[in-house]
């Protein structure tokens, strides 16, 4: 985790800890590219402009084919935003923060991958340096 001092309200000193940038850049580049991706499916190089965006973008002769269509393509575009949102915030998602009056941290429990990918966006919870009483670090995958 990377470490950085910052001051506080009143000059009181904190200590924020981030999660590596490597990893939300990895992360952000890759759902840019599955959304982009996807956009060529559908894709004929002999069609005309009409049948490609057609059969790429949104699909017009049809309600069914239309809404799947429609959905398709705000999966996409959510992949493509939050990866640009994941490469324009890599340095500003905090795990963890100290300062003179205890710690902070993200409590990230065991839950399915939809829930645990959604962690991040959980508070940070505070705990008082009286209270910690033994730490240990426990190795896991």
Not at 80 to 95: A, C, Q, T
Not at 109 to 135: C, M, R
């Amino acid at each position: 985790m990377k470490r950085r001092k910052s001051v506080a309200k009143g000059s009181q000193i904190c200590i924020n800890y981030y999660l590596p940038n490597w990893r939300s850049i990895i992360i952000g580049i890759v759902l840019i590219i599955m959304g982009g991706s996807t956009f060529f499916i559908g894709y004929v190089p002999n069609d005309s402009f009409k049948e490609n965006f057609s059969a790429m973008i949104l699909y017009f002769k049809d309600v069914f084919r239309f809404l799947i269509s429609l959905f398709m393509l705000l999966l996409r575009l959510a992949f493509i935003i939050e990866g640009f949102l994941l490469l324009s915030s890599n340095e500003k998602i905090i795990r963890a923060r100290t300062d003179k009056k205890g710690l902070y941290f993200k409590r990230i429990e065991k839950k399915t991958g939809s829930t645990w990918a959604l962690a991040e966006l959980d508070p940070l919870v505070f705990v008082p340096y009286i209270q910690i009483v033994n730490i240990r670090i426990i190795e896991s995958n």
